[in-house]
């Protein structure tokens, strides 16, 4: 067949046309992939370096920052302070720095809630404006009283309350969000365990999940079993290798944090199991036992491991 100019052209066209589609899509899928990846933050839970803290608040946030942090994650609020300092002058600390803090633990229980103005009480209203003032997008429950895990009816207003919670700090660009320990999943429910039960009756759109699956071990709980059963519920993790304690162990339950990946939990599988199905975003490290180990030579440890890991 004799060669067609036109028919040339218009292939060489196809072609040219074909190849910028196929580049254009690998190029889509690239910044696709990395808009994920930016999402992702790896930080220290500061519990893991309580000691130090208590010691000197702004002297351990340089050593975490001369050892890699950008992001923490506090356990030490209360009355109206972080680790002593007001919002404002915790907040300049870590612009100094170069922290960032965008989750921490703050207690709620029932009496927060003011049965009788029906509104949560001014403490607590006051404990999500100073979240949200030192920058943080989560504010995380890390508890559950005692005396209520047994409680069905108690359960339930607290549920409530959490997703009332959850409104409250959207208000402030931010979410809500519970943290578990291992007597979620030894308490037993009509259907399930007190942790199924927390994840059933919270709205996801306002109450986050943060996993610490190093917490669930001793309690015979397997966190694949609940990324799987419970997919995209998990936006934040406690990530911790554990190993067996001589003792009681951290919870009581018979294991002890480690440095990561020198323990028993499968943490590949797990992290990412977490990126792929849990919708986990925050990988926040915490270790609790040290093995006589130095806590802040530990920390940086862990994270050096997660940069192996790739996760920052």
Same mark, same amino acid.
């Given at each position: 067949?004799?060669n067609?100019?036109?028919?040339q052209?218009s292939?060489?066209t196809f072609?040219k046309?074909?190849?910028?589609a196929?580049?254009g899509?690998a190029l889509?899928?690239?910044?696709?992939?990395?808009?994920?990846?930016?999402?992702?933050?790896?930080?220290?839970?500061?519990?893991s370096?309580?000691?130090?803290m208590k010691?000197?608040?702004a002297d351990t946030?340089?050593?975490l920052?001369e050892?890699g942090?950008?992001?923490?994650?506090h356990a030490?609020?209360?009355d109206?302070k972080?680790?002593?300092?007001?919002p404002?002058?915790?907040k300049?600390l870590m612009t /100094?720095?170069?922290?960032?803090?965008p989750?921490? =633990?703050?207690?709620?229980?029932l009496?927060?809630?003011?049965?009788g103005?029906?509104?949560?009480?001014d403490?607590?209203?006051?404990?999500?404006?100073d979240?949200?003032e030192?920058?943080? =997008?989560?504010?995380?429950n890390?508890?559950?009283?005692?005396?209520?895990?047994?409680?069905?009816?108690?359960?339930?207003?607290?549920m409530q309350?959490?997703?009332k919670?959850?409104e409250?700090c959207?208000?402030?660009?931010?979410?809500?969000?519970?943290h578990n =320990?291992?007597?979620?999943?030894?308490?037993?429910?009509?259907?399930g365990?007190?942790? /199924?039960?927390?994840?059933?009756?919270t709205d996801?759109?306002?109450?986050?999940?943060?996993m610490?699956?190093?917490?669930?071990?001793?309690?015979?709980?397997k966190?694949?079993?609940?990324?799987?059963k419970?997919?995209g519920?998990?936006?934040?993790l =406690?990530?911790? !290798?554990?190993?067996?304690?001589?003792?009681k162990?951290?919870l009581g339950?018979?294991?002890?944090?480690?440095?990561?990946?020198?323990g028993?939990?499968?943490?590949?599988?797990?992290?990412?199991?977490?990126?792929?199905?849990?919708?986990?975003?925050?990988?926040?490290?915490?270790?609790?036992?040290?093995?006589g180990k130095?806590?802040? !030579?530990?920390?940086?440890?862990?994270?050096?491991t997660?940069?192996?890991?790739?996760?920052?």
């Amino acid at each position: 067949m004799k060669n067609n100019p036109a028919m040339q052209s218009s292939r060489r066209t196809f072609i040219k046309t074909g190849a910028l589609a196929i580049a254009g899509g690998a190029l889509l899928k690239s910044n696709l992939f990395a808009s994920v990846k930016d999402k992702e933050l790896v930080g220290l839970q500061l519990y893991s370096v309580r000691a130090a803290m208590k010691a000197d608040p702004a002297d351990t946030l340089n050593l975490l920052t001369e050892g890699g942090y950008k992001y923490i994650e506090h356990a030490g609020y209360a009355d109206g302070k972080f680790y002593g300092y007001t919002p404002a002058e915790f907040k300049k600390l870590m612009t /100094d720095l170069g922290l960032k803090m965008p989750s921490g =633990h703050s207690r709620m229980s029932l009496s927060d809630w003011d049965t009788g103005k029906n509104d949560f009480t001014d403490v607590w209203k006051k404990t999500i404006a100073d979240s949200a003032e030192v920058g943080q =997008h989560f504010v995380l429950n890390p508890w559950l009283d005692e005396n209520l895990r047994n409680d069905i009816e108690g359960l339930k207003r607290l549920m409530q309350q959490f997703n009332k919670c959850g409104e409250l700090c959207k208000t402030y660009g931010m979410k809500f969000g519970y943290h578990n =320990h291992n007597f979620e999943f030894t308490t037993p429910m009509a259907d399930g365990n007190l942790y /199924d039960f927390i994840l059933k009756n919270t709205d996801p759109t306002l109450v986050a999940q943060q996993m610490d699956f190093g917490n669930m071990v001793g309690a015979g709980a397997k966190p694949v079993d609940y990324l799987k059963k419970y997919p995209g519920r998990f936006e934040l993790l =406690h990530v911790k !290798d554990e190993i067996k304690s001589d003792g009681k162990g951290d919870l009581g339950d018979g294991y002890d944090s480690c440095i990561l990946g020198e323990g028993i939990m499968p943490m590949a599988e797990i992290l990412s199991l977490a990126r792929k199905i849990g919708g986990t975003s925050y990988f926040m490290i915490e270790q609790e036992s040290y093995q006589g180990k130095d806590p802040v !030579d530990c920390v940086k440890k862990d994270l050096q491991t997660m940069k192996k890991w790739g996760y920052v």
